[in-house]
């Protein structure tokens, strides 16, 4: 009965995975009809694997380009607040920050969280 219920589920993931993917790729186009696995299934095996390849490498280029464009935009924030202290330092201000919010690792303002009784809230 276990090893049934399990056989379903796996069924049911690879499934769901399986539609994820055909619904996000951008090579759709590319994948074989499902009516050829059964006609040629090594080679309806490999052409998938091929297309899957060529997924995960589009994808993994896209988040990298992501992740540049964080770090500059964190750097360019960096430098904005450099320069707010500078313009500060030169009228003979003192530049205060809000101790209501504190900058987070990524370089973004934040909220600091207030604490009552040990609880937050």
Known sequence: MC????GILVSLA???WYMDFISKTIYADLLPDRREFLRHPIQT????????????AHTSQVYSEQRLKKAEDIEKRK???LERQRMAEEKGEDYVEDP???IGEDGVR?????RWF???E
């Open 3 to 6: 090893l049934f219920v399990q």
């Open 14 to 16: 690879v499934a769901a």
């Open 45 to 56: 095996s490999k052409r998938f694997i091929e297309v899957y390849k060529m997924h995960m």
């Open 79 to 81: 430098q904005y607040r």
């Open 100 to 102: 209501r919010y504190y």
């Open 110 to 114: 934040r909220r600091r969280v207030k």
């Open 118 to 120: 040990g609880i937050w």
